[in-house]
Structures are given as structure tokens and as C-alpha cells.
């Protein structure tokens, strides 16, 4: 099993940034996908971005290119969502994920949510 400990998260007002860090620990996530979902008052879980195990391939939710860039640290089991131009639309808890197969890239976003860890989240707040 795997435990994923969010941070980072916190109240901004729209234009700003926050970065948010995703530590691991248990095992190993060098060998498997990960990456973030959010989920807004009253709403599903929402995909937000992933990225391989090599850091060379990364996926993003149209409403978040260009604004948002996902990394990972393997070395220091990291994974970091650096989240700049906030909008008050990103208001959401975020959640760290990781895949738990050896799956691709296609298939992170419409994962069901037995597919993956879960992180506790971290609330992230974007006044106007």
C-alpha cells in the first residue's frame, strides 16, 4: 500500500499561485503514473493532471493548460502541482493519486476511483 500526504494548499486571490506537494511513503512510486483530481462543493471529483513515471509525458484538463505544471521528485517521492493565474473556478480540494497499475497515460482521467491511492486532500481556495 501506499500513503500520499498533500500540502501546499491554502486561500489566494485570483491572478496568484500556489504549489502543492504530494509526499509518499510505503513503498516506492518511481514505476507508476500519478497525479491530481479536485473536487468543488457539491460536485464529482474532477480529473486535473498526471504524469508518467519518468516525469516525460504529462496530461492536463483543457480548463488547466498553460496555467497549471505538473512534476514529480522521485528521488524525494514528490509529486508538485505548481498552480499559477488562479481562478476562482480552481476552488476545489485537491487530491494526490496514484495509479495502482502499470497503466497508460489515456486511461488516468476516467479512471474509476478503486484504481487508484488516495491522498486525504488539501483544500485550495481562490477569492475574486
Known amino acids: 500500500q501506499v500513503q500520499l500526504v498533500e500540502s501546499g494548499g491554502g486561500l489566494v486571490q485570483a491572478g496568484g499561485s500556489l504549489r502543492l506537494s504530494c509526499a509518499a511513503s510505503?513503498?516506492?512510486?518511481?514505476?507508476?503514473?500519478m497525479g491530481w483530481f479536485r473536487q468543488a462543493p457539491g460536485k464529482a471529483r474532477e480529473f486535473v493532471a498526471a504524469?508518467?513515471?519518468?516525469?516525460?509525458?504529462?496530461y492536463y484538463v483543457d480548463s488547466v493548460k498553460g496555467r497549471f505544471t505538473i512534476s514529480r521528485d522521485n528521488a524525494k517521492n514528490t509529486v508538485y502541482l505548481q498552480m499559477n493565474s488562479l481562478k476562482p473556478e480552481d476552488t476545489a480540494v485537491y487530491y494526490c493519486?496514484?495509479?495502482?497499475?502499470?497503466?497508460?497515460?489515456?486511461?488516468?482521467?476516467?479512471?474509476?476511483?478503486?484504481?487508484?491511492?488516495w491522498g486525504q486532500g488539501t483544500q485550495v481556495t481562490v477569492s475574486s
Open positions: 510505503g513503498r516506492t512510486f518511481s514505476n507508476y503514473i
Open positions: 504524469i508518467s513515471w519518468t516525469g516525460s509525458s504529462t
Open positions: 493519486v496514484r495509479d495502482r497499475a502499470a497503466r497508460t497515460m489515456d486511461t488516468i482521467p476516467s479512471g474509476r476511483y478503486e484504481h487508484y491511492y
